[in-house]
């Protein structure tokens, strides 16, 4: 078997020194970045800090689009959630399952990871690491170097192909030893520790969870569009408010065919209505009223215009007035 090993890579620091100690055994490391479906539709990974972290390193980096199959795990995971809508165990499940494939694709030896074992509670404690890699299939084929002392040997190990006397006994949630490897290495451009995931957060998560206790079809840009803006629920109508003008841009791009878009026509924010591409007049009264709030009106009627474009034409209406008690009930 050839000395080829896949890497699950994150960017940080952990994973950045599981790939240079296979690289110092002459090992050929093909990294993967597994991306998380909530990202925007024109993100670029190539020029993302993960990317750039990688840079130097002589390993190959690619990137891998998660999609359906994530969000349907994600509405519903077996091992449940975190702390707040992350659902880490069965997140590393997946993962590993579509590493699992490609190191059968690429001929790789072992699937590599920059655990640490006991460095977080819920899914790198040992038992939970060792409960992951049965559950996805891979018994005594992922190799951790930062811990690798801890666990049996790997086959690759066993082989020959991984020389278990260079691989590493790091333990626990400290960092010591991880910052005086990265001094060792020249690693200075990489993801801060527990940092990335936005369904670790809990304001993304609190909307999410909305989210999910109102619609199940959920799409990939249901899951972006839960970062921008401020967020609305009228009469059961979703509304997403812009803040800025980026914003403002990222929900005109996003609109489709099934959407209610509506655009100020004085210094206000542009709101997106996601798949209802028909409202009530009292929702458009209202989601009008909530753009005047957060705008600039002038005193003049026309100067409040605010034009509604559904799926069958286009309305101008009048922004009225609205108190900020009556904003709170509708905020989510």
């Known amino acids: 078997m050839k000395k080829k090993g896949i890497l699950l890579f994150s960017g940080g620091l952990d994973s950045l020194i599981a790939a240079q100690v296979l690289i110092e055994q002459g090992i050929t490391v093909k990294a993967y970045n597994f991306l998380l479906p909530y990202e925007k539709p024109d993100y670029n990974p190539y020029s993302s800090a993960i990317a750039k972290s990688a840079h130097g390193l002589d390993m190959e980096l690619n990137f891998v689009q998660c999609g359906d199959d994530y969000i349907k795990m994600l509405l519903d995971p077996p091992h449940g959630y975190g702390k707040n809508i992350n659902p880490c165990i069965d997140c590393k499940i997946l993962f590993l399952r579509k590493a699992k494939e490609i190191m059968i694709n690429e001929d790789a030896a072992f699937i590599a990871t920059g655990e640490v074992n006991g460095q977080r509670p819920m899914s790198q404690r040992k038992d939970m690491i060792i409960h992951i890699e049965k559950s996805a299939g891979l018994e005594r084929m992922i190799l951790r170097p930062l811990s690798a002392r801890f666990f049996k040997p790997t086959l690759a190990e066993e082989a020959g192909i991984?020389?278990?006397?260079?691989?590493?006994?790091?333990?626990?949630?400290?960092?010591?030893?991880?910052?005086?490897?990265?001094?060792?290495?020249?690693?200075?451009?990489?993801?801060?520790?527990?940092?990335?995931?936005?369904?670790?957060?809990?304001?993304?998560?609190?909307?999410?969870?909305?989210?999910?206790?109102?619609?199940?079809?959920?799409?990939?840009?249901d899951l972006y569009l839960l970062r921008l803006g401020r967020h609305f629920r009228i009469e059961g109508v979703k509304i997403v408010v812009a803040r800025n003008a980026d914003e403002t841009n990222n929900l005109i791009n996003l609109r489709n065919n099934n959407d209610t878009l509506f655009s100020t026509q004085f210094q206000g924010p542009s709101m997106l209505s996601p798949g209802n591409s028909k409202l009530s007049d009292s929702v458009k009264k209202t989601a009008a009223a909530i753009a005047a709030r957060y705008g600039k009106p002038g005193k003049e009627d026309k100067e409040r215009e605010v034009i509604v474009y559904e799926r069958d034409g286009q309305e101008t209406i009048i922004a009225g007035s609205i108190a900020d008690e009556q904003i709170n009930c509708f905020k989510l």
């Open 162 to 221: 991984v020389n278990r006397d260079a691989l590493l006994d790091i333990n626990g949630r400290g960092r010591k030893i991880q910052m005086e490897m990265a001094k060792k290495y020249g690693f200075t451009d990489y993801a801060t520790p527990a940092g990335g995931c936005l369904l670790t957060e809990p304001h993304y998560s609190a909307r999410a969870k909305e989210l999910f206790a109102t619609n199940k079809s959920i799409t990939s840009r």
